[in-house]
C-alpha cells in the first residue's frame, strides 16, 4: 500500500485548508485511513480516521468541531478539512493506513496503523 498525501501549505490563524490522501496498491485491503501530526520537538499524534465505508470517523479532542475527515468514494481519497486553524495546528501531517478491523480502542493509536505516506507541513501563521 502507498499513500500520497497533499494540500499543505501557509495559511494565516482562522483560516482553511484541505488535506487529501490517496492510496494506491491493496486497497481493498485497509479498512481505515488515518491522519497524525507532528510539530517540532514533539512526539506524532492522532489527529481523526474514518473507516473505509465512510460511515464511522473519529477524531481527538484538539481537533473536534473545527477538522472534518471524509472520503470521496469516486477517487478513492480520503479528506481532512481544517477550519478555524491555529497556529498550534502548524506540523508535519501523515496519512496512514489501517490494514485491520476497526477497533474504537486502537484506532488513535499510531501503532495500529500498518503504511504511512510522506508527510505533508501546515503552517499557520498568527
Known amino acids: 500500500v502507498q499513500l500520497q498525501a497533499s494540500g499543505g501549505g501557509l495559511v494565516q490563524a482562522g483560516g482553511s485548508l484541505r488535506l487529501a490522501c490517496t492510496p494506491s496498491?491493496?486497497?481493498?485491503?485497509?479498512?481505515?485511513l488515518g491522519w497524525f501530526r507532528q510539530s517540532p520537538g514533539k512526539e506524532r499524534e492522532f489527529v481523526a480516521a474514518?473507516?473505509?465505508?465512510?460511515?464511522?470517523?473519529y477524531y481527538s479532542d484538539s481537533v473536534k468541531g473545527r477538522f472534518t475527515i471524509s472520503r470521496d468514494f469516486a477517487k478513492d481519497t480520503v479528506y481532512l478539512q481544517m477550519n478555524s486553524l491555529k497556529s498550534e495546528d502548524t506540523a508535519v501531517y501523515y496519512c496512514?493506513?489501517?490494514?485491520?478491523?476497526?477497533?474504537?480502542?486502537?484506532?488513535?493509536?499510531?501503532?495500529?496503523?500498518?503504511?504511512w505516506g510522506q508527510g505533508t507541513l501546515v503552517t499557520v501563521s498568527s
Open positions: 496512514a493506513s489501517d490494514m485491520d478491523p476497526w477497533n474504537p480502542l486502537t484506532i488513535g493509536s499510531m501503532a495500529e496503523y500498518d503504511y
Open positions: 496498491g491493496r486497497i481493498f485491503s485497509i479498512y481505515a
Open positions: 474514518i473507516s473505509m465505508s465512510g460511515g464511522l470517523t
